[in-house]
């Protein structure tokens, strides 16, 4: 992929990347670790990272409660898309602190060992792709 610029800005709050690598793997990064070294079709800044490698995020801030859409890998590389809601309200969910619980209990209930979360809708994502900029 081409970048449209080669600034990758650090931020609490958006501090992950998910990558399309050049063998159409998925992966997902912690923003200090990213490295434009290797080649991409396709990388989205976004964020916070919920759980990374196994470990819990420490995440304080941002106690909003909204709707969350999710995607992580489990320890055998399955991907899944996660979307938590209210059941009375499809705007509404868990904060972001309440979502690792959520993923708990998910992990109990469906013996998925999930390794690797990060939030999709937190702010506006910048996707870069083949020199497209898209941000809304």
């Known amino acids: 992929g081409k970048y449209v610029n080669d600034s990758i800005k650090k931020s ?73 809601y209210d059941d009375g309200n499809f705007g509404e969910g868990p904060t972001l602190p309440e979502t690792m619980t959520v993923l708990e209990d998910l992990s109990k209930v469906s013996n998925i060992d999930l390794d690797t979360v990060i939030n999709l809708d937190g702010g506006s994502p910048v996707m870069k792709s083949y020199g497209i900029f898209i941000n809304n």
């Open 12 to 84: 609490e709050l958006i501090n992950g990347i998910i990558s399309l690598n050049t063998s159409n793997n998925f992966e997902i990064y912690n923003i200090s670790e990213f490295t434009k070294d290797h080649e991409y079709n396709f990388h989205m800044q976004t964020g916070p990272i919920i759980l990374y490698n196994g470990s819990k995020n420490n995440i304080s801030y941002n106690l909003n409660a909204g709707r969350r859409i999710l995607v992580g890998n489990d320890s055998k590389s399955n991907w899944y898309i996660i979307v938590i």
